[in-house]
């Protein structure tokens, strides 16, 4: 799943019947408050990015496998909470992820 990792923004304006979607770090994205996003690297280590004070964004670690062909996510985070997430589509310049939770 190396189309996978890397840093994605959240592009809300393009979520869809409960998919959100991401494009890469530097995409245009149109101007908003604060944008989450989540990064995937290929040590199995993530990054959700989630907005803080300011809009700025706070970094919370934690690790992802894949599982059920590269579909599913477990996502564990550095406290421990678990979340499986299914990937709807990836490919260069788009991350679709079906969640529970927001990322």
């Not at 995409?27 to 996003?37: I, K, L, S």
């Amino acid at each position: 799943m190396t189309e996978l990792c890397g840093r994605w923004g959240h592009s809300f304006e393009e979520d869809h019947d409960g998919i959100r979607v991401y494009r890469p770090a530097g995409y245009d994205f149109p101007r908003a408050r604060g944008r989450d996003g989540i990064e995937f690297r290929p040590d199995g280590s993530y990054v959700d990015w989630a907005v803080g004070r300011g809009d700025a964004n706070e970094a919370r670690e934690g690790s992802w496998v894949s599982g059920a062909g590269n579909e599913r996510l477990e996502l564990t985070t550095a406290a421990g909470e678990h979340r499986v997430v299914r990937v709807v589509r990836v490919e260069k310049g788009r991350l679709e992820l079906e969640v529970g939770d927001a990322p």
